[in-house]
């Protein structure tokens, strides 16, 4: 008889075996690829949110060293008015030469409430060329005007 198996014999079958599941480790290019899009991603923006902070520090510290140098408060309103009318140069190029009640109204534009208008704008107007005025007044010019300083600088 011949070495195959007769017609007669039953064949022993095993099972199937599947093939062992994937391991998780190393990733396949793929994953590699997306980890790394999104590595630059998150990199680029907190890379231009640092910037965007330097850049804003630097502009403080512009303005509070301009009013540093200014040894009255004449001449810190003198300085406050001139970092102004530079920083409006960034909305609107001939902002810098509006006269008096213009220039305030320009000053107040987008702001929720009107806060050039009124004494503050007076102080500003006025304040470079009174013979005296006092440092409350400046002080309080000097936060409304750092703040629209910032703002309109940021927005370049």
């Known amino acids: 008889m011949s070495r195959l198996a007769s017609p007669g014999a039953t064949l022993q079958l095993r099972d199937i075996h599947q093939a062992p599941p ?9 994953w590699w690829l997306l980890a790394a899009i999104v590595l630059l991603v998150i ?6 949110l ?3 902070r330097q ?8 303005f509070d060293d301009a009013l540093a140098r200014a040894a009255t408060p004449q001449a810190q309103v003198a300085a406050m ?24 109204a320009f ?10 208008v009124g004494r503050l704008g007076d102080v500003l107007l006025e304040g470079g060329f009174r013979r005296s005025i006092s440092q409350d007044d400046a002080d309080a010019l000097r936060v ?7 703002d309109w600088m940021a927005a370049r």
Do not use: C, H, M, Y
């Open 22 to 30: 994937p391991s998780w480790w190393p990733p396949a290019p793929g």
């Open 43 to 48: 990199g680029a923006i907190a890379w231009r």
């Open 50 to 52: 640092w910037r965007r």
């Open 55 to 62: 850049r804003a520090r630097a502009l403080s510290r512009l």
């Open 81 to 104: 008015s001139e970092l102004l009318r530079r920083a409006a140069r960034n909305i609107d190029p001939g902002a810098d030469a509006l006269p008096g009640d213009k220039w305030l």
């Open 107 to 116: 000053l107040d534009r987008s702001l929720p409430s009107p806060v050039f």
């Open 144 to 150: 409304a005007a750092r703040a629209r300083f910032l």
